[in-house]
């Protein structure tokens, strides 16, 4: 069984579009995350919910909105796309004892 | 606020040779997570190694082994005769509670090309 499974896992789309990235964990933890990976491979984190409450909303565009309709589920909803928006968008859920276990990432390009 | 620091952008080996990466953290909490994760070319993120702030016991599995150090800040991961198939990024983080949830920062990664 996949722990942190994300849907889909390439996404090529046009400028301007609105696309959805879905992320679920089967693992029992109260946090999640969204990171975007840029092409020199700096992780950095964009949002962090515990319990399904927005925790941490780093720097990010608010074309970017995140949204957990229970704690196994974060999707990331992102309007008008940009070219910088190319990245790749990884999942993650984490436990206070534990690691933070990512999903396989969604790597999004925008034409 | 809390930073970690990998120094090293890139190293290259010869296979069978040791190779350390450096980890260098910053926090002022007292209750931290160090983790280590590898990122192999096919691009997801492995688990390696998580150690808490009050164990600065060394570990060692297989070839791979990790030093803490709480006086230096510091939380280092060995290679031991190192193969091709250790190719990969490698991310340091750090990760601290607050308040019953848990943010991560990593490093900006160490690039490990073993050379055949």
């Known amino acids: 069984d996949t722990a942190v499974s994300q849907t889909p896992k390439y996404l090529v789309t046009q400028m301007g579009n609105d696309k959805s990235i879905k992320c679920e964990q089967n693992?029992?933890?109260?946090?999640m995350y969204w990171y975007k990976q840029d092409s020199k491979k700096f992780l950095k984190i964009m949002f962090s919910y515990n319990n399904k409450e927005l925790i941490i909303n780093e720097t990010v565009p608010n074309r970017f909105s995140p949204k957990s309709p229970d704690k196994a589920h974060l999707n990331l909803h992102i309007n008008s796309l940009e070219l910088g928006d190319s990245a790749v968008y990884f999942c993650?859920?984490?436990?206070?004892?534990?690691?933070?276990?990512f999903g396989p990432g969604t790597r999004l390009l925008v034409l | 606020a809390q930073k970690v620091t990998q120094a090293q952008t890139e190293i290259s080996v010869v296979e069978k040779e040791d190779v350390t990466l450096d980890c260098v953290y910053e926090?002022?909490?007292?209750?931290?997570?160090l983790f280590w994760y590898k990122q192999p070319p096919s691009g997801e993120l492995v688990f390696l190694i998580r150690r808490n702030s009050f164990d600065e016991q060394n570990e060692i599995s297989g070839r791979y082994s990790w030093n803490f150090q709480k006086s230096t800040s510091s939380f280092n991961f060995t290679i031991t005769a190192s193969q091709v198939v250790d190719s990969a990024v490698y991310f340091c983080a750090l990760m601290r509670n607050s308040g019953g949830y848990q943010k991560v920062t990593f490093g900006t990664g160490t690039k490990l090309q073993v050379i055949p």
């Open positions: 693992l029992g933890h109260d946090t």
């Open positions: 993650a859920s984490s436990q206070p004892l534990a690691g933070a276990s």
């Open positions: 926090t002022r909490d007292t209750t931290y997570y």
